[in-house]
């Protein structure tokens, strides 16, 4: 099976398969991301190395546990025959003290011939920011934390 749009990437189908990374985390659904990659997909988050599809649902379950309130925006900042490189924002309430973070980081991306993500490799630094400096998609995070949807 295949998830278009597939490498070799141009300047559209690269901005496709970014948006589409950008919609799936903001769902904050572990599930459907891992679908996203290959089922030994390699990633490097941070300062944690791990492997597979299993993997990723557990790390992003307890990041969404500590990270509440997510929103993310990605853009696309270069790309090649099956790579992706993406700047990124998001940000989060940390579920134990309260403190409002933006975090700015940078993805390298590999695919397989299928448009799966085979490699995932991330750096990002946490900004502490007060509720009001919130400026990625205020409104929709506000409806959830009023509708007492937790992240």
């Not at 490097?44 to 969404?64: H, S, T, V």
């Given at each position: 099976?295949?998830?278009?749009?597939?490498?070799?990437?141009?300047?559209?189908?690269?901005?496709?398969?970014?948006?589409?990374?950008?919609?799936?985390?903001?769902?904050?659904?572990?599930?459907?991301?891992?679908?996203?990659y290959t089922p030994d997909s390699i990633w490097?988050?941070?300062?944690?190395?791990?492997?597979?599809?299993?993997?990723?649902?557990?790390?992003?379950?307890?990041?969404?546990?500590?990270?509440?309130?997510?929103?993310?925006?990605?853009?696309?900042?270069?790309?090649?025959?099956?790579?992706?490189?993406?700047?990124?924002?998001?940000?989060?309430?940390?579920?134990?003290?309260?403190?409002?973070?933006?975090?700015?980081?940078?993805?390298?991306?590999?695919?397989?011939?299928?448009?799966?993500?085979?490699?995932?490799?991330?750096?990002a630094n946490d900004i502490p920011i007060t509720?009001?400096?919130?400026?990625?998609?205020?409104?929709?995070?506000?409806?959830?934390?009023?509708?007492?949807?937790?992240?």
């Amino acid at each position: 099976m295949q998830r278009p749009p597939l490498p070799p990437f141009n300047y559209e189908s690269a901005r496709t398969k970014v948006q589409a990374a950008e919609d799936a985390w903001n769902s904050r659904d572990p599930a459907r991301i891992a679908q996203a990659y290959t089922p030994d997909s390699i990633w490097r988050n941070r300062d944690q190395f791990f492997q597979g599809r299993e993997a990723i649902e557990i790390f992003l379950k307890d990041k969404w546990k500590k990270e509440l309130h997510y929103r993310l925006m990605k853009e696309l900042w270069a790309y090649s025959d099956n790579r992706i490189s993406v700047r990124f924002e998001y940000e989060w309430q940390h579920a134990e003290t309260g403190q409002w973070f933006r975090t700015h980081g940078n993805e390298h991306w590999e695919f397989d011939a299928d448009g799966y993500m085979q490699r995932r490799d991330m750096s990002a630094n946490d900004i502490p920011i007060t509720s009001c400096d919130r400026r990625i998609d205020r409104e929709t995070t506000k409806s959830s934390s009023e509708s007492g949807a937790l992240a």
